[in-house]
């Protein structure tokens, strides 16, 4: 079992960053593929960026390469996402998940633990 608690979120103009957290609990957190998702209101949830188990290998929706970076400390057990150059399309609720994959993936099907989310708002 794994717990996620997101961090970070909040409201940022246009062109600006954030920095997103995620906690683990557990002592298995480098056995987990971790990925983060989004979603806005009234659309559904989508696939933003994923890490392997290890780090060496990650992942984005093409609408955020070049500007997001996810990354992890399994020494700490947290997840990171390092948003850049924000745009109001960015604005959701921004989930941390875990999957038992054995690689990245970016199917939300294939995560088994979820956070609560965190709202980030790019607005002016």
């Known amino acids: 079992q794994v717990q996620l608690v997101e961090s970070g979120g909040g409201l940022v103009q246009p062109g600006g960053s954030l920095r997103l957290s995620c906690a683990a609990s557990g002592r298995t957190f480098s056995s987990y593929v971790m990925g983060w998702f989004r979603q806005a209101p009234g659309k559904e949830r989508e696939f933003v960026a994923a890490?392997?188990?290890?780090?060496?290998?990650?992942g984005y929706v093409d609408s955020v390469k070049g500007r997001f970076t996810i990354s992890r400390d399994n020494a700490k057990n947290t997840v990171y996402l390092q948003m850049n150059s924000l745009k109001p399309e960015d604005t959701g609720v921004y989930y941390c998940?875990?999957?038992?994959?054995?690689?990245?993936?970016?199917?939300?099907?294939?995560?088994?633990?979820w956070g609560q989310g965190t709202q980030v708002t790019v607005s002016s």
């Open positions: 890490i392997s188990r290890g780090g060496g290998t990650t």
């Open positions: 998940a875990a999957s038992t994959a054995q690689y990245y993936t970016v199917h939300s099907g294939e995560y088994n633990y």
